[in-house]
């Protein structure tokens, strides 16, 4: 019986990006599900940011200008790559569009200006800038505010004297982020839960362990972020659900990644049913040779994808195809 017929134009030019676009009409008619053929990966490698189809097959460098670049992440409408750069001791808040490939300075204020998220309608971004007291501080960026004022503004949204950092919106235009505000700098930074209305902090993770990189998708309404147990980093997911009507439970949390070498800068896929991260080797290479994974949520196993010798980090990845 045939389930599944259709005829295609097949360019061997651009044979990589078509081959997986049969690939996801096959599986979509076989299982109903496309999973993650025609995602696009993007992540850091030296000065440069890197972007291909999301089992770098097809690899080409989309941006080589100077200084560090770091802390990728996509528009969550338009064709946009937003990451920060050096600049000095301080570094700007760029965006890379790959329609038209070209690159543009967003905002560029004295010390950090990093960690760019999106709402997901697009108009609202959550960032990270120096505070007053050497530390790190949360921003609002609201379009309609900077439209009715006519220029870029930003409203600051923590206050206290920690490192509050990689803010996350989630569907409800909150955020969550990661600080050590409570446990001081020295000690363990945790995941919180923040309420833009009112201006409060919740803290969502148990303190047991260091935690840092959330990253939150709506599909299952979950958070994956990296925890320290036992000396290494490991992969975990948060289910959100439990927020809902202001539970007083333990939210529902999946350690996803177990045995040797650090798992870290982990990012969903819109599915929910992977996700992309930074695996570290163990010893003296670890500065020298980290690699961008694949992790697949159904039965917990991940390939590493990158094949370059260096030192990559800070993948963004997205169901569009971009590359």
Same mark, same amino acid.
């Given at each position: 019986?045939?389930?599944?017929?259709?005829?295609?134009?097949?360019?061997?030019?651009?044979?990589?990006?078509?081959? =997986?676009?049969? $690939?996801?009409?096959?599986?979509?008619?076989?299982?109903?599900?496309?999973?993650?053929?025609?995602?696009?990966?993007?992540? +850091?490698?030296?000065?440069?940011? &890197? +972007?291909?189809?999301?089992?770098?097959?097809?690899? %080409? %460098?989309?941006?080589?200008?100077?200084?560090?670049?770091?802390?990728? $992440?996509? =528009?969550? %409408?338009?064709?946009?790559?937003? &990451?920060?750069?050096?600049?000095?001791?301080?570094?700007?808040?760029?965006?890379?569009?790959? %329609?038209?490939?070209?690159?543009?300075?967003?905002? $560029?204020?004295?010390?950090?200006?990093?960690?760019?998220?999106?709402?997901?309608?697009?108009?609202?971004?959550?960032? +990270?800038?120096?505070?007053?007291?050497?530390?790190?501080?949360?921003?609002?960026?609201?379009?309609?505010?900077?439209?009715?004022?006519?220029?870029?503004?930003?409203?600051?949204? #923590?206050?206290?004297?920690?490192?509050?950092?990689?803010?996350?919106?989630?569907?409800?235009?909150?955020?969550?982020?990661?600080?050590? &505000?409570? #446990?001081?700098?020295?000690?363990?930074?945790?995941?919180? =839960?923040?309420?833009?209305?009112?201006?409060?902090?919740?803290?969502?993770?148990? !303190?047991? !362990?260091?935690?840092?990189?959330?990253?939150? +998708?709506?599909?299952?309404?979950?958070?994956?972020f990296n925890k320290e147990i036992d000396g290494r980093f490991q992969l975990f997911s948060m289910s959100l659900d439990g927020l809902k009507g202001h539970s007083k439970k333990p939210l529902k949390t999946k350690q996803l990644t177990f045995g040797a070498k650090n798992k870290i800068e982990p990012v969903w896929h819109e599915s929910g049913k992977f996700a992309t991260f930074v695996i570290e080797p163990e010893g003296s290479s670890v500065a020298k040779d980290s690699q961008i994974a694949l992790l697949t949520l159904n039965d917990g196993s991940f390939r590493i994808l990158s094949k370059s010798? !260096?030192?990559? !980090?800070?993948?963004?990845?997205?169901?569009?195809?971009?590359?």
């Amino acid at each position: 019986e045939v389930v599944f017929d259709k005829v295609v134009l097949f360019d061997s030019s651009k044979i990589v990006k078509h081959s =997986h676009q049969m $690939s996801a009409a096959i599986l979509k008619a076989a299982t109903g599900d496309s999973g993650i053929c025609t995602s696009t990966l993007s992540w +850091c490698e030296k000065d440069g940011i &890197f +972007c291909s189809d999301y089992a770098c097959m097809d690899i %080409k %460098k989309i941006v080589d200008t100077p200084g560090k670049k770091f802390a990728l $992440s996509y =528009h969550t %409408k338009a064709p946009m790559l937003f &990451f920060s750069q050096e600049v000095g001791e301080s570094s700007e808040l760029c965006s890379f569009d790959l %329609k038209s490939e070209k690159q543009r300075v967003n905002f $560029s204020y004295p010390g950090l200006n990093m960690q760019f998220s999106l709402s997901q309608d697009g108009k609202k971004g959550a960032t +990270c800038m120096s505070g007053q007291d050497g530390n790190t501080e949360l921003y609002l960026y609201d379009q309609a505010e900077c439209n009715r004022q006519k220029k870029t503004v930003f409203t600051k949204l #923590t206050e206290n004297s920690g490192t509050n950092s990689s803010p996350c919106f989630l569907l409800d235009d909150n955020l969550v982020f990661c600080s050590d &505000f409570e #446990t001081g700098k020295n000690g363990k930074p945790q995941i919180y =839960h923040f309420d833009i209305k009112n201006r409060k902090a919740a803290r969502l993770t148990d !303190g047991a !362990g260091r935690c840092s990189a959330p990253n939150y +998708c709506a599909a299952n309404n979950s958070i994956i972020f990296n925890k320290e147990i036992d000396g290494r980093f490991q992969l975990f997911s948060m289910s959100l659900d439990g927020l809902k009507g202001h539970s007083k439970k333990p939210l529902k949390t999946k350690q996803l990644t177990f045995g040797a070498k650090n798992k870290i800068e982990p990012v969903w896929h819109e599915s929910g049913k992977f996700a992309t991260f930074v695996i570290e080797p163990e010893g003296s290479s670890v500065a020298k040779d980290s690699q961008i994974a694949l992790l697949t949520l159904n039965d917990g196993s991940f390939r590493i994808l990158s094949k370059s010798r !260096g030192i990559l !980090g800070f993948p963004a990845l997205t169901e569009r195809v971009l590359y």
